[in-house]
């Protein structure tokens, strides 16, 4: 019990996430076992996420995405590298994190594999009347028919007339840097999960590393079977 609590604390005191490398070496563990209690932490930070709705408490929000994984190395020699950016040469593992964060409010993120596959969600996750935030890309076009939308161009500013999305993009800052620093390889079946940590932190940041562990350790002791995990010691799913 000693070793759990020591590692909620841990995984909660990181700002940006924990290399489990990096875990395994303070708890004394291997890296398997501290890569699979770190996702049931994950797991248990998603369920204050569980049918949340954007917009009930704050009248404006947020939308955005960006790419994870799916990264495919250049060839070494110039006439022998291809145009990444076509479909037949990509690894088709790269995914769309998109977000819904209120402006000082809550955030809500989910996968797909394309922003405009995040439609019918986001419309489902949004209270009607909510004045929505987006950016230039065409994918949130069709959101006009339902809401109020604000776009900005980022060519020409980071924020202009009221619009900006700048909470939305200081998600994806946390996330992308959780990325490169420590995970490094975050695409696949558990890229929600991360994103879910990075929002759960990006929600948390102003709460005090006590408090944030011992919600965490509630959550962890309230929930049931793992979702993703159920299985993998005996190797009946996949990492």
Not at 72 to 89: G, S, Y
Not at 99 to 123: C, M, N, Q, Y
Not at 175 to 204: P, V
Request: charged content about 30%; proline content about 2%.
């Amino acid at each position: 019990m000693r070793g759990y609590l020591a590692a909620v604390a841990i995984f909660c005191n990181e700002v940006k996430g924990k290399s489990m490398l990096a875990m395994s070496r303070d708890l004394g563990l291997s890296y398997k076992s501290a890569f699979v209690l770190a996702h049931k932490l994950r797991e248990a930070m998603s369920e204050e996420m569980k049918g949340r709705r954007i917009g009930d408490d704050r009248p404006e929000a947020e939308i955005d995405g960006a790419a994870f994984g799916g990264y495919v190395k250049p060839a070494n020699l110039r006439e022998d590298r291809v145009d990444r950016r076509l479909a037949k040469n990509q690894s088709g593992k790269r995914k769309f994190v998109v977000v819904i964060r209120e402006k000082g409010g809550e955030t809500l993120p989910g996968v797909f594999k394309t922003e405009g596959d995040a439609l019918s969600w986001i419309r489902s996750r949004v209270e009607p009347g909510t004045i929505l935030h987006a950016d230039e890309a065409p994918a949130w076009n069709d959101l006009h028919a339902r809401f109020q939308m604000m776009r900005i161009n980022h060519d020409q500013a980071y924020s202009l007339d009221g619009a900006c999305t700048n909470m939305a993009e200081s998600f994806f800052s946390r996330l992308r840097r959780g990325e490169m620093g420590h995970h490094h390889h975050i695409a696949g079946a558990y890229l929600l999960r991360y994103a879910q940590e990075a929002a759960w932190r990006e929600d948390n940041r102003r709460t005090s590393n006590g408090e944030q562990v011992e919600r965490v350790t509630k959550l962890a002791l309230g929930r049931k079977k793992s979702v993703d995990f159920s299985g993998y010691w005996q190797r009946h799913i996949k990492a």
